[in-house]
């Protein structure tokens, strides 16, 4: 891949993709909405950005149907502890991935289904 010289305005908005994810810890649904915000408005000025809000959108997808894997295993006891250690992955990623962006580096994320291309 070749080295593409990054404004500070991108990678600070492409960390923002990522970090804006933390959001679902409390408002429903905010993991979803904070990537998609920023992708549908400054994804259409930055490549970068787009790139990077597309794949935080992707994982948070991913992360909520795995969520809701384990909300449905709740009921066989497993669930809880799968909650617990989807909610601690999702949290390092995060943090690898904003600051992977930060550096001006394209981050992919270990195991997000690519649903939104």
Do not use: C
């Not at 990054?6 to 908005?13: H, P």
């Not at 384990?70 to 502890?81: M, Q, R």
């Not at 909650?83 to 195991?111: C, E, H, N, T, W």
């Amino acid at each position: 891949m070749e080295e593409q010289q990054l404004s500070t305005e991108a990678t600070n908005w492409a960390m923002f993709a990522h970090l804006s994810a933390l959001i679902g810890f409390l408002i429903p649904f905010g993991n979803i909405l904070g990537p998609l915000v920023i992708w549908l408005t400054k994804g259409k000025e930055i490549e970068f950005v787009a790139t990077e809000a597309k794949e935080a959108l992707n994982f948070q997808i991913t992360m909520l149907f795995l969520f809701l894997i384990a909300w449905v295993l709740v009921f066989v006891l497993i669930g809880f502890l799968l909650m617990a250690l989807l909610g601690i992955a999702d949290l390092i990623l995060v943090i690898l991935a904003a600051v992977s962006a930060s550096k001006g580096q394209p981050y992919r994320y270990p195991f997000a289904l690519r649903l939104v291309k």
